[in-house]
Structure formats: C-alpha cells, structure tokens
C-alpha cells in the first residue's frame, strides 16, 4: 500500500502513519514525503509470534483469518447432543415401528422433503433439561427416559418446488403424544404460517395429549385448544393438509379434520375421538381400532378423508399431486402449467350421454374428454358417489369438477353428496380454483330416510356454497336438471359466467314421468283402456319434453348457448380464460350465517 502526506511531515510522523496503517490493512505500507520519488518510509505487516510452547500466539489485530481454524470442543459437544436428539425415543419404540411397517420420524421427512429440502427445524432442543444426560437436572445413570423435541419436530422445507411449514410427531417419544415444549412448538409453527402464508403439511401419528402431563398445556391459553383455533384462523389463508401415518386419537384427531385434506395410510392410520379401550368403558362396546376410525370408515362413511393412500411412498405421491392445483395462499392464483389435450376426443361425448333420462352411464367418461390427459385428481371418491369432487386442468388451468354421476343412484343428490361438493366448492373458492360444474341430476333425493340425514340441511349448505363462490364458474347442462338440482349445480340464478347446454339437456321442476303423473294422474285414471291410456301418457310426456327442450331453454335464453358436444373442450378452453380475472363482490357483511 503506498501513501502520499504532505511536504511538512516529519521522519517520525510519517513512521507513525505507516506503523498505524501496517498494523490495520495487515499488508506492506510504503509512506512518500511531498514529491519524492522514494518512500520515506515502508513497513510491513505484522506477522504473529509463536509462543514459547510452539502454538501461534495471537497477534495484536487477530488471527480469524487463518484457514487452519476448526470447531472447537465446545462445538463438537453440541453436535453430540445434536446427533444423540435426532436417534429419537426408546430403542424399543423403534422396533415397534419396525414391526408396523412404519418410518422413524427423521426417515420419514428424508422421503418427503430429501436430503437437502429441510431448511430448518425449530425446537430441537424442547424439553432437554428433562432427559438429557448433558442437563444439570438429569441423573444420567438413573434416567432410561428419552423425550428428544418433546415428541414433535417443526421447521420448514421444500417441497415440489414450494416452501411449506411442517410439522410431525415422533412416535417414538411416548406414542407420538402431546405435551407442554411440543405443544408450545406446535402453535409457534403454525403463528408462523399465518405471518408467511406458506402451506402447512401436518405429519401425524400421535396418540394424543399426554394424561400424565397435561397440567401447563390442555386448557391453558396456549395449549393444545390453541391448535384448532389456529387451525381455523389458518382455514382458508393458506392450504392445511394433513396425512395420517398411526392411530390419533382424542385431540390429535381434530388436526386432521380441521386440515383442509386428509389422507389416510391404509392399514397403518386410523382417527377416532376415543379409543378402543376408552369406547368400551363408555358404551360397553368391543370394537376394533380399525373397524372404529380406519380409512374405510372416514373415506366411505363420515367423509373425513379426502385421499387413502397404500403406503408412505404413496402417501407422498399423493400429496404431491394435490398441491399442483393449489396456490401457497389466498393471495395468489393456483399454479397453471403445459396444456395438454384431453385422453380422448371431444367427439366422442355425444355417444356417450344417452338421450333417455333415466339411463346411466359414466360422467368420468365426459370428464376424460374435456380435460387434460393425466390431470383429474378425485377427492372424496368413496363417499357421497351421486356426486364427484376432483380437480383437473383444462388447457393447463386448474379447475375444481362438481359433476353429477348418474352411474351411481341415477346422480339424484343424497345428504352426504350435498355436504361433499359444498365443502369442495368452499374450499376452491378460498383458493382461487375455477369451478366446473356437470349436471345431469333428477334434484335432491326425497323420502323419509333422507329426511332423518338432513337432506334440507346438508342441501342448504350445497346451494350456499354456489351461491357465495366468486371465482369464475361454467355450467354444462349435460342432460336433466331438475329441481332444485340446477340450483345447487351453478345455474342461471346463481351467478355462472356461462350456462352451457348440450343437445342433451333438459331444464325443469321435475321430470316427465313424475310431472304427468302430479298433473294429469286423476285425468289418466279415467282412461279404461290401458292402450287407450299409455298412448295419451305417452304423448302427455312428449309434449312436456318439448317445454323443458334445452332449445326452448335457449329460445327463452334461460342458457346462453347450445354447443356441439365435441367442441365443449375448446368451449370451455376459452371461456375459462376470458372469464380468468373476472371480479365478484359479496354483500357488505362480517359472514354468512348457514354452514
């Protein structure tokens, strides 16, 4: 380094400046008087002394910028208690796990997430002082007993491509259970989401609070009742999905409801609000963890689950998938990608729907003509199946399907199927999916039966979920809609950018038979003759068919256009996107009093 001062320095001030300067760039300092062409004085950087036992003695300004340095014993301790909390619980829980095909908490996130997708954990070190040989509180030789992360890991990692919060129980550690540190690390996570909006995946296999412990963390502020309350404030704000690796039990089953989906790993996961033994003291009934909350029982019965998956890997897999559709919040649109073509030709949908009423047939075989090939994602397949839920993308958009399926029941709607797509279309509106519906429905199911199981309730909920949607909705009248069917499948009244008819379609208060016979039964009675009588209720229905005709329909622009089934594709294609950023506005209100 060469520095110039002025002509009137001195020998021992430019000795001075060069001393300081050596001493801090740490490099050869050259000092000019004036003009002079020669440094007037040169110092060089101060190099460290060895100490008279041979190791480096630190000079004056430091040695941190050596490249010989290496982590100290300090270090290499806390790395020690880093490795011995991430061997998990009891070697014995670890064989359990062994024996119910399941992976060790830490193997588990490697699958998920990589070797290199966890970007942090937070509370590793909860509960230390309780179990740690290391801890001043802990007898080392008399404690067996390990709660590393007090049972529940937390932090963040990337997966496909998205960042998520995550959390998972260590089952390991006491069944997975719940107490103070991980219930603390619990409710700080999810805090946490609401402040970034990123998605949340829930691990769980958990058997819930732990009795034994639950002074300072079951009914306090803070405490496990925290979760759901997160849990509902997180709803809808960022996606919340849930996967089911162990039997949860009490508390730790309402995480999984409360998650936006579901998925359950057969033979493996099971949910219910009580066990077995507990079920038994209560109601004296002997029964089965799996017959009492197992995967059949939540994806065919209660609806619970969303998705059941064969295995941890699929588990994964199916996860993977669902998130494609989704954004990571509210704030954002669902992910668009690639359009494809559908797996089969448009121009096979008109063979497909029948022209008679009354005749089944597959709406998943109209669905595999109108989306792309490989992108319908069912939810819910083995619950409520008059009615399917599914995802899909249509020229790369994703798209939420509310198709009636008249291979199951005719596609009349039961209560469950009510309650199904009114919680499927609740929850693309909160994410910004597009809504599809297909109707080809005879209206909601009567009969005594369907009364007990709330069909006027759960209907309800089915019609305000249309009617509050405002994302972009399209409606094909694929054939009957009838009733108040039309009105729960996005109809004219209820805010579509489009109604949509195929040549198939019919709109009406109810079909021809049961129309003939409300109107015109004591008229048909009459009639001895029972040719006589067939003929005239036969020629009744035609001329009902034609009042009810999508062409009258059109005639009386109850629809806005009669379209080729085999361009009900591009159709859609371009509706969907010219409908893409369009704005809806609900009543000034705090919210809805119907659920």
């Known amino acids: 380094m060469k520095v ?11 000795s001075a400046i060069a001393e300081a300067l050596a001493q801090h760039v740490r490099d050869e ?13 040169v110092r060089r950087a101060p190099v460290a002394a060895s100490a008279s036992d041979g190791s480096a003695a630190e000079s004056t300004a430091g040695a941190t910028d050596s490249d010989d340095l290496g982590p100290t014993e300090r270090e290499e301790a806390l790395w020690a208690e880093i490795e011995d909390i991430e061997l998990g619980g009891p070697e014995k829980y670890k064989r359990r796990l062994e024996e119910q095909g399941k992976l060790f908490v830490r193997d588990r996130l ?127 704000r960022v996606p919340q999905i849930c996967v089911l690796y162990g039997p949860c039990i009490a508390g730790a089953a309402y995480t999984p409801v409360f ?7 057969r033979d493996m996961s099971a949910m219910a609000i009580a066990s077995p033994r507990m079920v038994k003291m209560v109601t004296g009934e002997d029964i089965e963890m ?56 448009p121009e096979g949908i008109d063979s497909i729907v029948p022209q008679e009423p009354n005749k089944g047939y597959d709406m998943t075989d109209v669905i595999d003509r109108v989306v792309d090939e490989d992108s319908y994602f069912e939810l819910k397949s083995e619950y409520g199946k008059e009615i399917i839920t599914a995802f899909a993308r249509i020229d790369g958009r994703p798209v939420g399907i509310v198709a009636n399926q008249p291979a199951q029941r005719a596609g009349a709607i039961f209560p469950d199927a009510a ?12 994410y910004e999916i597009p809504l599809l519906y297909l109707c080809d429905t005879p209206g909601f199911m009567a009969g005594s039966q369907v009364e007990k199981d709330a069909i006027l309730e759960k209907g309800k909920k089915f019609i305000y979920a249309t009617s509050s949607a405002t994302v972009p909705k399209q409606t094909v009248v694929v054939r009957k809609a009838y009733g108040a069917g039309i009105y729960a499948m996005g109809g004219p ?78 159709e859609l294609e371009n509706r969907f996107a010219f409908y893409e950023g369009v704005e809806k506005e609900l009543p000034d209100k705090k919210h809805g009093t119907i659920l």
């Open 493 to 570: 009244a209820y805010d579509p950018e489009s109604i949509i008819g195929l040549p198939s379609g019919e709109i009406a208060i109810m079909g021809p038979e049961a129309a003939i016979n409300a109107v015109y039964a004591r008229k048909l009675s009459e009639i001895d003759d029972e040719e006589e009588r067939a003929q005239m209720e036969q020629e009744l229905r035609e001329e009902y068919r034609e009042d009810i005709d999508i062409h009258r329909m059109a005639s009386e622009v109850v629809v806005d256009e009669i379209v080729p089934p085999s361009t009900l594709r591009t």
């Open 290 to 345: 799996e017959e009492l909350g197992g995967p059949d029982v939540h994806a065919k019965h209660s609806g619970s689950a969303d998705l059941v998956a064969d295995d941890e890997e699929h588990a994964c897999e199916l996860v993977a998938d669902l998130v494609s559709y989704l954004p990571d919040s509210a704030d954002e649109k669902p992910p668009k990608t690639e359009g494809r073509e559908p797996l089969k030709s």
């Open 259 to 265: 998650a936006d989906f579901t998925v359950m790993v």
């Open 110 to 236: 490697d699958l998920w997430f990589g070797e290199d997708g966890m970007l942090f954990e937070d509370g590793k070190f909860a509960n230390f002082d309780a179990w740690h040989g290391d801890s001043p509180e802990v007898d080392a030789e008399d404690n067996d007993d390990r709660l590393p992360g007090d049972g529940l890991l937390t932090g963040a990692a990337e997966f496909e491509g998205r960042e998520v919060h995550f959390m998972a129980n260590d089952f390991t550690v006491k069944a997975g259970s719940m107490a103070e540190k991980g219930v603390e690390k619990f409710l700080r996570m999810q805090q946490r989401a609401l402040k970034s909006g990123k998605p949340v995946l829930y691990l769980m296999d958990s058997s819930g609070g732990r009795i034994d412990q639950q002074t300072g963390f079951f009914a306090n502020r803070e405490g496990i009742g925290k979760y759901y309350y997160n849990h509902s404030m997180l709803s809808g």
């Open 29 to 41: 300092v050259e000092v000019f008087v004036g003009d002079a062409d020669s440094p007037a004085v």
């Open 4 to 14: 110039r001062v002025s002509d009137g320095a001195t020998d021992e001030e430019a």
């Open 419 to 430: 309650e199904k797509a009114a919680e499927f279309i609740w929850t693309c509106d909160a």
